[in-house]
């Protein structure tokens, strides 16, 4: 991978973010089809996949996609994981906490990422190796020595995880007892890419899908970042049930405490 196809991803995004640009805040609170419980689709998702894909294919025509409102299809080997508006819910009520994600995935494993806030035009990128840049900026590596009580947590409702609603209400309540505040914010891609810049120190969030995460997990990996399922193995982002990712020193104390609640749950299953 190179920074000249890297180039390329991002002027795409950025064309189809000063799209989604034009239309925030056009329809009226409510707006949007409903996939399935609180998951909503609207014509700029679709228009926005439509953009990307095109462009994708033109930079890189061997290459399959994975993308949220189309599905795989092509190079099982080599593809691309998209999700044009990762946000839905947020920009349909007119919440400017939305995002582009996309990945490039050769033999399983993210080597290209690209996360972009449109309304800030903050664009966070990485190539397997290189480290994690912001506006162009390199960021340094996570602090080792920062501890739970010092961090800031984020995580996301389990509106996927009816079943595990039961253990995020207590989970969550106990975390805050020991760290410094929590935040959910409606776009998983951004939470990660905060976690590896440092702006999140830890997060945790059940039923992500690939297209949520497989950006953040190679920015993640670059910034020197934990990343585990609920058992504290390696995560695996097409089926683990839940993700705990954090600074070197936070991820395991975060992930005990999360562990206790879930995974009592899980095993019942």
Known sequence: MDQQLLDGVQQLVEETGAYQCSRFRVLPP???TRKQVHEYVSEVDLHSEEMLLSGLHKLLPDAGTLA?????????????????LDGTTNF?????????????????????????RPQSREIYRSIKGSGLYLNGKKLLKANP?????????????????ADLASAFFPCAQEVLTHCRGIRRMGSAALDLSYVASGFLQGFWETDLKSYDVASGLLFLQ?????????????????RDRLLVCGWPAVQPELLKIVKEYYQPVLEAE
């Not at 949220?68 to 998209?82: C, D, H, K, M, R």
């Not at 020595?145 to 995880?161: K, W």
């Open 68 to 84: 949220e409102e189309t599905g795989q299809s092509g190079n099982e080997s080599l593809y691309w994981i998209v999700d044009p």
């Open 30 to 32: 409510g707006k949007g």
């Open 145 to 161: 020595q920062l501890a739970l009580h010092q961090a800031l947590i984020g995580t996301g409702f389990p509106y996927r995880s």
């Open 222 to 238: 670059e910034s020197g970042c934990l990343v585990t399922n609920g058992q504290g193995k390696p995560y695996d982002m097409h």
């Open 92 to 116: 349909l009520s007119g919440l400017d906490q939305f995002s582009i994600s996309v990945s490039l995935v050769q033999d399983g494993s993210p080597v290209l990422g690209i996360v972009y």
